[in-house]
């Protein structure tokens, strides 16, 4: 299936693994410290998870809106980089807020200008991908994932020596330079169907329809919505949990960069196993492998066995990311790859984070952080009955 009206070459493979660098590194850069600034600001469990779920609702309504605007013109990445500059933008601001309220004004706008970014940067890689037949998905994800590596352990040195301010300073300067490398791809989509899928609203019902009368994407579905669910407490408190145990920063981004350095070989090793294997095969695996990091930690909770976990979750999210993405696009109806992919990153975990980030807050406020990777672990399960479901196993 043909994913671009033009021929690609190796200056835009470059540039969008650059691109990729910059991008996820940005949220290398942030991300793994943004609970603990919330903590920091004296906000609860339950009011980080509410920020959560701001954010899913705005993205929620937000997704179709930006799809509908791509579909008129010729260069859609020009909306990837508005998005990106203006999420540069807000999160700077956001760094300066102490009032909750504040926050959640924020959070809402910045979601609003940025939700379309990631669906369309993974339809961009796919159509390089696509014209450069000896680099496979995972030859160009990988780049985030070093990307990540590299800025998580940068960050947590610079929070620790001047202050969490850093980490929003350095997340604007990587997302204006990820700008930068987007505009060096040659590649141009043109308006028209391929764009047009692009939205998670076009067509709308009929693309709902066409999931839930689709086995294989109904499977994916019920997994993705069990594991997104189970480990959204997990995924916003581990840090602090972390913290509690008695790792500093620096400790926090060198966990976060064990794992992301492991992706780097996992990543190409994810390619081959999905040509082989197939897409669905290796997502069961990967929450096979999830399912074991947890147990390890609620069996011996301690810093080196999260360190432990970081390592196999490295394995498990490049078996995760590249198989969901191959299987998205390999079970999705002809020029409609984009519209299943803003649907499956968009649409659907916004619904989830809607309930679960609120519910992982009260969580953690409820049992603290220790339970969450029991539930994360029982979620997880769920989510890999639900893709032997999908496949037809019994």
Do not use: C
């Not at 906000?43 to 929620?60: D, K, Q, R, Y």
């Not at 540069?88 to 807020?97: E, K, M, N, P, S």
């Amino acid at each position: 299936m043909a994913l671009t009206s033009e021929t690609t070459d190796r200056r835009d493979l470059w540039s969008v693994r650059l691109y990729y660098f910059t991008w996820i590194g940005g949220g290398g850069f942030l991300f793994p410290f943004i609970t603990l600034f919330y903590r920091q600001q004296g906000l609860s469990g339950t009011e980080i998870g509410w920020l959560s779920t701001v954010g899913a609702i705005v993205a929620l309504i937000a997704a179709p809106w930006w799809g509908r605007l791509s579909d008129r013109v010729t260069r859609p990445q020009r909306l990837a980089q508005l998005g990106l500059i203006a999420s540069a933008a807000f999160t700077l601001l956001l760094g300066q807020q102490t009032v909750f309220g504040w926050m959640v004004v924020i959070v809402s706008v910045e979601t609003l200008m940025s939700a379309g970014v990631s669906p369309l940067s993974d339809m961009l890689a796919l159509n390089v991908m696509h014209g450069n037949e000896h680099s496979g998905f995972g030859s160009i994800r990988l780049w985030g994932s070093l990307g990540w590596a590299v800025m998580v352990l940068l960050a947590g040195g610079l929070i620790e020596r001047y202050s969490l301010q850093s980490a929003f300073v350095g997340y604007a300067i990587l997302l204006l330079l990820s700008v930068w490398f987007m505009n060096l791809l040659r590649y141009r989509a043109t308006a028209g169907a391929e764009n047009a899928s692009l939205s998670p609203g076009f067509q709308l019902h009929a693309d709902w329809r066409r999931l839930l009368r689709d086995r294989p994407l109904m499977g994916l579905a019920l997994a993705l919505a069990f594991v997104w669910f189970a480990t959204n407490g997990l995924r916003q408190f581990e840090a602090v949990y972390m913290k509690s145990l008695g790792a500093g920063e620096s400790l926090i981004g060198l966990a976060s960069t064990i794992g992301a350095s492991i992706e780097l070989p996992a990543m190409l090793w994810a390619d081959r196993l999905v040509r082989r294997y197939g897409a669905g095969r290796i997502l069961q695996i990967s929450f096979l492998l999830d399912v074991i990091r947890f147990i390890a930690v609620l069996l011996i909770p301690a810093v080196p066995t999260i360190l432990f976990s970081r390592a196999v979750g490295g394995i498990s999210f490049s078996f995760y990311v590249v198989a969901l993405t191959l299987f998205i696009r390999d079970h999705s109806p002809l020029g409609h790859v984009a519209t299943m992919l803003a649907i499956f990153t968009v649409t659907l975990p916004s619904l989830i984070n809607i309930i679960g980030g609120p519910a992982g807050g009260w969580a953690f406020d409820q049992f603290g952080a220790y339970w969450l990777y029991a539930i994360s672990a029982i979620g997880t399960i769920l989510a890999w009955l639900a893709m032997r479901w999908g496949s037809g196993h019994r």
